[in-house]
């Protein structure tokens, strides 16, 4: 068993290896003049200006769910639907609950609109 993973295992002490020595190589060799104009905070190539603690619509809440619904969606019925035939009725009596919250999900979008195009 350990002819299987130990590939796995170097490959992941030597990736490890290679983050924390960049890391401390950042810190202890990197330019160190912090200035005022580098502290401000900046996004998007413009400074922000107003209050960064207000409040978004919901429409943006509701689009951001239904990119994880319809992503969740995708990454875990993709392997389901390749083996459905060999699952069989216990295959999909295990995908049903799932299956249903993404419904629901689903059908509470459409009701709030979100899925309109204007």
Known sequence: MLDTYFPVLVLLILAAGFAITMIILSISVGPKRPTEMKEDPFECGTVATGDVSGRHSVKFYLVAMTFIVFDV???????????????GWLGFFAAAPFLLILIIGLLYEWKRGVLDVA
């Open 73 to 87: 969606e995708i990454v875990f019925l993709y392997p389901w639907a390749i083996n459905v035939k060999d699952l």
